[in-house]
């Protein structure tokens, strides 16, 4: 941790996920950064490595997954990179929630949980990368 950026490097492993919740609230914390969204946050960033680490490696081993989160401008910004196949989660239909819990697709909650809690996101690729990018106002919307 240096100023006002967070960096990572976070391997391919669940297990990983509780260091990284723990880093970015001492981040935060430094920056006073309200708890309410610290807590948002954390949850798109989790929402998004989770997705990375459990479908973005079907060859195993061991990867590592970049991480860099910003304070700046009274926001938060995370950029996500890894070398798992390539996936723009972007394109992807939103989900059906109004649809019978039944009948809906399986998938994609995720990134529309991600959508709704970022003011902005974006995807790219990049050099062999998959770059996903999201950014929250500090005390912005509830949702």
Do not use: W
């Not at 304070?71 to 070398?83: I, N, P, W």
């Amino acid at each position: 941790m240096a100023g006002d950026l967070l960096e990572l490097k976070v391997a391919n492993d669940l297990a990983t996920l509780p260091r990284v919740a723990t880093d970015l609230e001492a981040f935060c914390s430094r920056h006073g950064v309200p708890y309410r969204d610290v807590n948002r946050f954390n949850l798109a960033l989790e929402e998004v490595l989770t997705n990375v680490i459990a479908y973005g490696f079907p060859d195993g081993g061991r990867h590592e997954i970049d991480v860099a989160v910003s304070h700046r401008d009274g926001a938060l910004q995370a950029t996500v990179s890894d070398d798992g196949v390539p996936f723009d989660p972007l394109g992807q239909p939103a989900p059906d929630l109004g649809a019978p819990v039944e009948q809906r697709a399986v998938g994609g909650l995720g990134i529309h949980l991600v959508r709704e809690l970022s003011e902005a996101i974006d995807y790219r690729r990049d050099a062999g990368r998959n770059v996903l990018t999201f950014r929250l106002r500090i005390g912005g919307r509830q949702s």
